[in-house]
């Protein structure tokens, strides 16, 4: 049995050295394995070292000295401990970049904070290009070597402690430069901005100390927001309010127009002013629709919005009625005055009939216009825009910016307006027969009485 088992190990047959030969293959290719596991381990922890700006060589020799050879006779160790050692640290690793990476996002996003609210160059944040980067990122892209070093992190940490500091002595200055933006924007839009953030009451919270400059920084921030929305949703009324006043323009250049009494002559231009004329007459004339429904559109407006449409710190609706009543006040008077005309020129053609005509220089004279009219060509009287006062010959037509400057007391002169009389050139048959006999008699001579 002896003597067999010996021969079966001196076994030396083709059968056998097959089998080693299998056996070795499965070696090697194990080997060769492990191998290229090390290998795709290595590889990963020198790029995570390198975004994190760490000593791969002193890491890996951590693990094992042979992982970083510096011949090539020394061979890898490729045992399990050593792919145990490498996927710990690559854990580790990939830990430390998550932890840095949110670190540097939270910075980085100060950073810019801080670099609008400062106005800060261009130049000056490309600096920190670099860092700014891994905003855009997801943690596996971020592979630039060093973008993770604590360099970099403490570097931009820096600059946030920097501003902050610059911040703090310019918060004053940026108050104002916020509060200026807000005011802006409220005066392009007709909205009355919070008076609780003025210029006066900032500077006194500001040097009181009573109040912290960067929460009164973020509510003037709350504030420029809420009229940026305000005025996003009353774009439609202003657009509208837009086309009314370049109407009511085109109304009051009419008018101007019709009193010149030279706009017919061939002059340079003429043709041009006539074209114009003709234009203004056809937008005049939508003046009273478009009033109506910018009303309607406001009512629906304030409904939506629960809350009153005001313009410059006027409710719109009340500045619309009013001009309505103002505009027909207006069209009575010029009718009254028209009628008027007439009246006289049917007591002139009258007394001209029985006395007859005479020539005088003095007669054109003497049919001195009423104040605040002029002739417009046709035998009727037309006020002329925007010269009398409240209360005089012509009711001024109010628009939205008649209220500009006087938005305390302008319902103080409605009121004037609506209760004061009319002053018109308006007199009874008998007064002006008797105008028109002291008139002529003194250039006709009195008629013989009988």
Not at 346 to 369: H, Q, V, W
Request: charged share 30%; net charge neutral.
């Amino acid at each position: 049995m002896i003597s067999c088992l010996s021969l079966e190990d001196q076994d030396l047959s083709l059968r056998k050295l097959n089998e080693f030969q299998t056996h070795l293959q499965a070696i090697q290719k194990e080997k060769s394995d492990r191998l290229h596991k090390v290998l795709q381990y290595v590889n990963e922890v020198h790029l995570l070292c390198g975004v994190l700006g760490l000593d791969f060589a002193q890491t890996v020799s951590d693990v094992h000295p042979s992982l970083h050879r510096t011949n090539q006779e020394q061979s890898a160790n490729i045992s399990d401990g050593t792919f145990e050692g490498l996927e710990q640290t690559i854990n580790k690793l990939k830990t430390e970049r998550r932890i840095r990476m949110q670190k540097l996002r939270d910075i980085v996003a100060v950073l810019f904070e801080l670099w609008n609210l400062m106005d800060s160059p261009q130049a000056e944040r490309n600096v920190f290009s670099r860092a700014t980067s891994v905003l855009r990122l997801s943690e596996a892209e971020v592979t630039e070597p060093g973008v993770l070093s604590t360099e970099i992190i403490e570097q931009a940490a820096a600059e946030v402690e920097r501003l902050a500091k610059l911040k703090a002595s310019r918060m004053k200055e940026l108050v104002m430069k916020r509060r200026s933006e807000l005011e802006e924007i409220c005066r392009m839009t007709h909205i009355e901005p919070d008076a609780s953030t003025s210029v006066e009451k900032s500077n006194a919270l500001i040097d009181s100390g009573l109040v912290d400059p960067s929460e009164l920084l973020a509510n003037i921030e709350a504030q420029i927001t809420k009229a940026k929305n305000e005025a996003l949703s009353r774009k439609e009324i202003m657009d509208r309010i837009d086309r009314w006043l370049s109407a009511c323009e085109e109304e009051n250049w009419l008018e101007d127009y019709n009193h010149d009494e030279n706009r017919y002559n061939a002059g340079r231009g003429a043709h041009i002013n006539l074209k114009r004329a003709e234009k203004a007459r056809v937008t005049v004339s939508k003046i009273p629709a478009m009033v109506d429904n910018l009303i309607n559109r406001t009512l629906a407006w304030e409904e939506e919005k629960k809350i009153l449409f005001l313009y410059d710190g006027v409710r719109l609706v009340s500045i619309l009625e009013d001009y309505k009543v103002t505009r027909k006040q207006r069209e009575e008077e010029k009718k009254r005055c028209r009628d008027q005309k007439k009246i006289q020129d049917l007591l002139l053609t009258e007394r001209e009939a029985i006395y007859g005509s005479k020539p005088s220089p003095r007669k054109s004279n003497s049919f001195r216009k009423p104040n605040g009219y002029r002739a417009n060509g046709n035998g009727s009287m037309t006020p002329t825009p925007r010269r009398n006062s409240v209360g005089g010959g012509t009711p001024e037509l109010l628009t939205p910016r008649s209220y500009s400057g006087r938005q305390n007391g302008y319902f103080k002169e409605m009121r004037r307006l609506s209760t004061a009389p009319l002053n018109f050139v308006a007199m009874s048959k008998e007064d002006t027969i008797s105008t028109y006999t002291s008139v002529y008699g003194s250039e006709l001579g009195s008629p013989p009485h009988g």
